[in-house]
């Protein structure tokens, strides 16, 4: 089978699966339940989309399909936000803080320190990606560090409104985010497929990549941005899903066996779409609600990752 008949198959099952969600056991205000549906669907499909693209972006530039963003600590940087606003001001300031308002501080803390990062790090020329990634790693531990203090020392009634936010929610999408959300992620999807060749030559190699003529630091230091913009805006929507990407991006790089990007981007964002609106069928029908889709998603994806750590040791 083509790659391009694979891509097709993809997208018939993911509308499968999109008409399934929204009619099944369709009872009671149809308008209502379709509606709420709907925004679901919406969600499900940006937070697919921008962490199935995140992640192939990030590992083609690190040449290792075992990294993936949350390397970088912006995760950490998200629960640090919500942490800080419970510890300095109380919970109620989380809770009563309108969606724009707590969407624009947490994405904007996360690219704000995406930009601190890469400026800092990349004013030296020639600076090596793997030295990034390592500060990344080691500012991500010290933030997890301070939000664990942080919570330690608040009262255990507001702690509970953090452990809300540790955890992806689909349920509790705020809707009126879905029109910028969607609109940072279209323009960021938009920059990288105008830029696909040059992920193509990416792949093999920083060496390779600057020999066959690619300004190498350039790029990265922009496809770097884009991963911190596509990371940051479907985390500050539902919350962080550690695993998510490393699943969808692996399972695709194994369906296509592909280097093209354009089938290895759209294929992977297509299995995350899947992925999440069949996940949250099951959660749905299945588990009735007594679970949360990114404890299945990272259940499933650390059985994954060690699978691939075993993997590689074979490999080598």
Not at 200 to 208: A, E, I, N, P, R
Request: charged fraction near 10%; charge should be positive; aromatic fraction near 12%.
């Amino acid at each position: 089978m083509s790659n391009r008949m694979k891509v097709v198959v993809l997208v018939v099952l993911a509308l499968g699966l999109i008409v399934l969600f929204l009619f099944a056991h369709l009872r009671g205000d149809f308008d209502y339940v379709l509606r709420s549906r709907s925004e679901k669907i919406v969600a499900m499909v940006l937070v697919g989309w921008a962490g199935a693209v995140s992640t192939i972006l990030f590992q083609t530039m690190t040449n290792n399909r075992i990294l993936t963003p949350s390397i970088i600590g912006l995760d950490s940087v998200y629960m640090l936000v919500q942490t800080a606003v419970v510890f300095l001001f109380g919970s109620t300031t989380l809770t009563m803080m309108g969606n724009t308002s707590h969407f624009l501080l947490s994405a904007g803390a996360m690219i704000g320190f995406s930009v601190l990062l890469y400026s800092f790090l990349f004013r030296r020329e020639g600076q090596n990606l793997y030295f990034i990634l390592l500060v990344g790693m080691i500012l991500g531990t010290f933030f997890q560090s301070l939000t664990s203090f942080m919570q330690y020392l608040i009262d255990p009634n507001e702690f509970s409104i953090i452990q809300d936010r540790m955890f992806a929610s689909i349920n509790n999408i705020k809707t009126d985010l879905l029109w910028p959300a969607g609109l940072l992620i279209a323009a960021a999807t938009l920059y990288t497929y105008r830029h696909l060749y040059e992920l193509d030559v990416l792949s093999l190699g920083k060496d390779h990549a600057i020999n066959l003529g690619v300004a190498y630091e350039t790029v990265v230091k922009r496809l770097l941005m884009i991963v911190a913009v596509l990371v940051s805006v479907s985390t500050a929507l539902v919350g962080p899903i550690m695993f998510f990407g490393l699943i969808v991006a692996n399972v695709a790089y194994a369906f296509f066996q592909t280097y093209e990007h354009r089938y290895l981007l759209t294929g992977a964002a297509l299995f995350g779409i899947i992925a999440l609106v069949g996940g949250q069928l099951v959660v749905e029908r299945v588990f009735t609600f007594s679970t949360t889709l990114s404890v299945i998603v990272n259940m499933v994806g650390g059985v994954y990752f060690l699978y691939l750590l075993l993997k590689e040791r074979k490999a080598w």
